[in-house]
């Protein structure tokens, strides 16, 4: 049942900080394939923004404070093609919406005080969710998410930076397929929880993955993954009397 997962060992219900020992080699391993392919994402996105004519500062600060990904990418689009700022804005908001249901699945694994809730909220990414909603245990899950969440905040903004001091000598990355690593990460990640995962689950994310790859050509990054939530109608309605 749902409620185990906060009550049942007050061992779990700990507010000191976590250790890399909460998690086995193989999870922390794949956080730092997420924490290579965030920095190769990164250095794009920072070349891409001061080549297309934006000053360092402006990806930069945007990486500290919005740090979204694909919103970033997709207002620097709307900025280095004309586009004024709440333009950009209205954007980033529109796409970000979708870490608004990440942000209610990983809750419990923020901590409980107010400090810890707000900084949590600000490192709560497709990543982070996903390395919490893999691990079996409410320790291992609050571990998952601190560790890969700072690790990827530290890489993305270092590697922003780096790109944007880089500018235009680096060219698109993307010509080099470089922009794939990330999706190619976040596949490996998913396909061992649906292997373990129920019929209705398998359903939601086969709907999802379908409706994201047929709105790819058509929508701006970022919007078919939140489009691909619709795969949730796959799942049903479950009697509330059904198994957990």
Do not use: C, K
């Amino acid at each position: 049942m749902r409620s185990t997962q906060r009550t049942d060992d007050p061992a779990e219900r700990t507010t000191g900080f976590v250790r890399f020992s909460d998690l086995p080699s193989d999870v922390l391993r794949d956080i730092a394939l997420v924490l290579l392919a965030d920095l190769v994402v990164g250095v794009s996105f920072g070349a891409i923004a001061v080549a297309g004519g934006l000053p360092v500062w402006v990806p930069v600060t945007m990486s500290l404070f919005v740090y979204a990904g694909s919103a970033q990418f997709s207002a620097v689009a709307v900025l280095t093609s004309g586009g004024g700022p709440a333009a950009a804005a209205a954007t980033g908001l529109l796409l970000n919406t979708r870490t608004a249901a990440f942000s209610l699945a990983v809750a419990d694994s923020l901590g409980r005080s107010w400090a810890a809730r707000l900084v949590g909220a600000h490192l709560v990414t497709d990543e982070t969710a996903a390395f919490v909603l893999a691990q079996p245990d409410a320790r291992r899950r609050r571990a998952a998410f601190w560790i890969s969440g700072i690790g990827l905040f530290v890489a993305w903004n270092a590697s922003v930076v780096a790109g944007a001091l880089a500018g235009s000598a680096l060219g698109d990355t993307a010509r080099f397929g470089l922009d794939a690593a990330f999706p190619a990460v976040l596949v490996a990640l998913v396909l061992p929880v649906l292997r373990d995962a129920d019929g209705g689950a398998r359903r939601a994310a086969a709907l999802g993955a379908v409706l994201a790859v047929a709105a790819a050509p058509v929508l701006p990054a970022g919007l078919p993954v939140l489009l691909a939530l619709l795969g949730l109608l796959a799942v049903g309605h479950r009697p509330a009397g059904g198994a957990a």
